[in-house]
């Protein structure tokens, strides 16, 4: 964060910041990893993570959600001020995880599991899945899922921790919780990815993906100023 005034943008709770994230994996700081490790970004009042502010202010001040009507959104993994928000500008707003036991959500959650869902073609305006790519073994078939239930023109944030100075980091042998913390960092994570070959695979499953970075318009709201968006629009035909 290049300024050292922070607002929270869901509370309006002025800084510092908390610290957040484990620090006791070296492979989180060898690796530079973005979106991870330990850093300020806990909002002191409402918790509000960084990772979570970075989608409220593309969506908000970007995008412009609240100026759209009708709109429906699948929010994966749903973060609780985001989730809060959310629901306010939508009617046809579904928040799932595919863990619902022993976790406490800010409103309601129902049971999805983002690589089988049970929605229709073509059923989503937006779908957000933050930081949940990263611990599914086979990341292809949940995009590939998330591709299938967007509408054409319709857009996908799909954010994970990033290395810029590494090859993805993926060990087919790691398969306990304690191994993929040394690994990776995170006991649930399945590997730790390049951006460029993040945006490879996003563009594999049929996405047209912009990598943009928008810390500097909004360097109060305590963004990670080397986290870059991922945003990722399906396009608005078929060519088959």
């Known amino acids: 964060m290049k300024s050292d005034y922070f607002e929270c943008p869901f509370c309006g709770s002025h800084g510092p910041l908390m610290l957040m994230g484990a620090d006791r994996f070296p492979v989180l700081k060898n690796l530079q990893v973005i979106g991870a490790g330990r850093r300020a970004a806990r909002c002191p009042i409402c918790a509000s993570t960084d990772k979570e502010r970075l989608v409220y202010a593309f969506l908000n001040y970007m995008e412009r959600l609240n100026s759209k009507t009708d709109i429906s959104i699948l929010h994966i993994a749903p973060e609780n001020n985001l989730q809060r928000w959310l629901e306010t500008i939508s009617n046809k707003y579904i928040a799932g995880d595919a863990f619902l036991q022993n976790q406490e959500f800010a409103g309601n959650v129902r049971y999805v599991d983002i690589c089988h869902t049970d929605f229709s073609n073509l059923e989503f305006d937006y779908v957000i899945c933050n930081h949940v790519i990263c611990d599914i073994k ?103």
């Open 138 to 240: 086979d990341a292809s078939v949940a995009l590939n899922e998330i591709y299938r239930i967007l509408k054409y023109g319709g857009m996908a944030i799909v954010q994970v921790p990033i290395t810029k100075i590494s090859k993805t980091v993926e060990y087919p042998e790691v398969k306990t919780k304690e191994d993929r913390e040394t690994a990776y960092g995170y006991g649930y994570h399945e590997r730790i990815y390049n951006n460029k070959e993040y945006k490879k695979l996003l563009m594999s499953a049929g996405f047209q993906v912009k990598v943009c970075n928008i810390s500097d318009r909004f360097n109060t709201m305590g963004l990670n100023s080397h986290e870059d968006l991922y945003i990722c629009r399906k396009w608005t035909y078929e060519t088959e």
